[in-house]
């Protein structure tokens, strides 16, 4: 299986912050990753897919870039809507579907 | 837009059988794209399951596979997650999702997930 690894577990942001998390895969995945947002009690939102496709309804202040074992998601500024959890997980063909152990991004 | 609701018991003794149904509103489930289960442990990350397609194609996550069973029942617009042999590990908020068009795809739209305890 690809395991993937994000850093860093927990971040600490202010209003504003450019704030980046990364995502790391055992192997290549080619563009086969996507990022999600998750707010306690609530269901995963999918924000990005194909590495870098923005979904639809997403604010552009979320942007998401890499290729082959490592990816970023970039917030340029942080709004407080945007203090979660953030994942990510590889759809690579053939491969069962892995996500990232999270990171968490809370107020300074 | 579509919508998809899981349902089923909150509470399974252990060594039995979970089961859960998801029903999907606003889009028909023959019409294409694969649906799934993710589950959350409390306080861990997410799991993938499985996936299936009307046609009847099912992908599964390895370590689960030999307990797991998801189907449709498309008269219904629903799909359905079956794990045998259920132990406190199983426990956690179980989603039902749509993916893509092929079974390794991002899921876009995501259930408000129900909690299933397993209980000694």
């Known amino acids: 299986d690809i395991q993937m690894t994000q850093s860093p577990a927990t971040l600490s942001a202010s209003v504003g912050d450019r704030v980046t998390i990364t995502c790391r895969a055992s192997q290549t995945i080619s563009r086969w990753l996507a990022w999600y947002q998750q707010k306690p009690g609530k269901a995963p939102k999918l924000l990005i897919y194909?590495?870098?496709s923005l979904e639809s309804g997403v604010p552009s202040r979320f942007s998401g870039s890499g290729s082959g074992i490592e990816f970023t998601l970039t917030i340029s500024s942080l709004q407080p809507d945007d203090f979660a959890t953030y994942y990510c997980?590889?759809?690579?063909?053939?491969?069962?579907?892995?996500f990232g152990g999270g990171t968490k991004v809370d107020i300074k | 837009q579509v919508q998809l609701q899981a349902s089923g018991p909150g509470l399974v003794k252990s060594s039995e059988t979970l089961s859960l149904t998801c029903t999907v509103s606003?889009?028909?489930?023959?019409?294409?794209?694969?649906w799934g289960w993710v589950r959350q442990p409390p306080g861990k990350g997410l799991e993938w399951i499985g996936n299936?397609?009307?046609?009847?194609?099912?992908y599964y996550n390895p370590p689960l596979k030999s307990r797991v069973t998801v189907s449709m029942d498309t008269s219904k617009n629903q799909f359905s997650l079956k794990l045998t042999s259920v132990t406190a590990a199983d426990t956690a908020v179980y989603y039902c999702?749509?993916?893509?068009?092929?079974?390794?795809?991002?899921?876009?739209?995501w259930g408000h997930g129900t909690l299933v305890t397993v209980s000694s």
């Open positions: 194909d590495a870098s």
């Open positions: 606003g889009y028909s489930i023959t019409s294409g794209f694969y």
């Open positions: 997980q590889q759809y690579n063909s053939y491969s069962p579907l892995t």
């Open positions: 999702a749509r993916a893509g068009y092929t079974g390794y795809d991002p899921f876009h739209y």
């Open positions: 299936i397609y009307h046609g009847g194609s099912t």
